[in-house]
């Protein structure tokens, strides 16, 4: 299964103009990257090498700051294993806060320029607040030394690390990177092929087969989708619809939102997500759903279909999860399917993921970096695949122990040249909270989805004038 080396993504986050950056930071980060130890090839696949520091000095502790999701504890546990082989003075200890909390947790922290974590996973989109700020380590002089570029699929490199990113979406080699990628990700369709045979491939043919399934077995319902207005939720499903129609967020050379966001063809594609997708769906479910509400309406036999992070999927595939569905792993799935997002004008799927940034406020610079340095290693990628993650490079994501790792992650490898992100830019959580809150009254069913374009496009131009006027 071939991952091209292409789409589009966002950038991520360091601590430009800081003394613990630039420069300075090159200079050490790069003198860690440098050592054999640091960068030598494992002799195993899960990355044994010997670091310098093996088995000398004091214990260390590197604190990650994450959101709680399955994710956040098989990073811990993996880390903690095979981590351990190479340097068993260091632990990593996983800080993972709800995810309404998860920005606040770190840029408060952030804020006082001062951090009781070291290694903080954000979020793709909040790279360009975390530069700006100072916040995060000048990662390129060590990546120069710890990683090659070719081996990563090139959109995703670019996502979870670059600040800016180029135009293009790819890695930028003449670019910064504040990040090195933690987890990848993206939306897949989950769906009874039991029920409704093989997955659809148009977002037409979605539709109608759900409509189909929910007609023809009484107390199911044909589909299930975020829509919380806890973060990001209802805006990543309203960006979807458009993005799959065709339809732009804005122009990031002009910064115009309105006239694009709220154009006759988006409002034509949000209309079909609130007069003919809602009605397939459990009555007041959408509004407040996220990664468990879809998963249990799956596993509990609720609906036919549904949208959902690859990376929140784990154990759905159990008896202990889905446990209504049959009692081996084999008996679900024969009935549970997974697909990449059905296409329409385009074949755009919405890109998830984060890469791990270095707090410029940390105590263990050393330690952090010959961590990333060891995580970064293509026979610990494969093995993180191998463990449940979802790895970032291109060799892991086609090997054998990812494919058959997980019964979703074909799907993932099928979407990775086709994911897209929001805006790449440091006031990201300004536009999201009027992305998310107004696209969740849509999907609450209290609000047209005109009247939420309208408003969403509206409320976010004052935030581009004021950027072009130079007022932020």
Known sequence: MLVVLAGCSSGDDDASGDPTSGDATGTEAETTAGTDDATEPA??????????????????????????????????????????????????????????????????????????????????????????????????????????????????????????????????????????????????????????GEPPATWDEMIDKAAACQEENEGMYGLAFHGSGGSDEAAVMLNTQLWTHGGEIWDPQELQVEGILNSPENIEAATQLTDEMLPLTPPGFVGTAFISEVNAAMAQGQTCMGFNWVAGLEGLQTPEVSGALGETEEEILEKLGFARVPTDETEIVSLGGMGMSVSAYTENEQEVLDFLAWFQQPEVQVAWGAFGGVPAQTAALESDEFLSARPWNPAFVESVEDLKDFWNMPEYFRLLDIHNSEANAMLSGTQSAEDTLNNIASQQQEVMDEIREGGL
């Open 43 to 196: 002799d195993e696949g899960t990355g044994e090498t010997e670091t310098a520091a093996a088995g000398d000095g004091e214990p260390v502790e590197l604190s990650v700051v994450w959101f709680e999701w399955a994710p956040a504890q098989l990073l811990e546990d993996f880390a903690n294993q095979e981590y351990s082989k190479v340097n068993p003075n260091v632990t990593i200890s996983m800080d993972a806060v709800p995810n309404p909390q998860w920005h606040d947790a770190i840029f408060t922290q952030f804020a006082a320029r001062q951090t009781d974590f070291d290694i903080a996973i954000l979020d793709s989109q909040w790279i360009g607040e975390a530069v700006e700020g100072g916040h995060v380590l000048d990662l390129t002089e060590f990546a120069a030394e710890s990683i090659n570029p070719d081996d990563y699929p090139q959109n995703l490199l670019s996502a979870y690390g670059q600040y800016p990113r180029a135009e293009d979406g790819l890695y930028d080699p003449a670019g910064n990177l504040y990040g090195l990628p933690a987890l990848a990700d993206s939306y897949v369709l989950v769906y009874r092929k039991d029920l409704i």
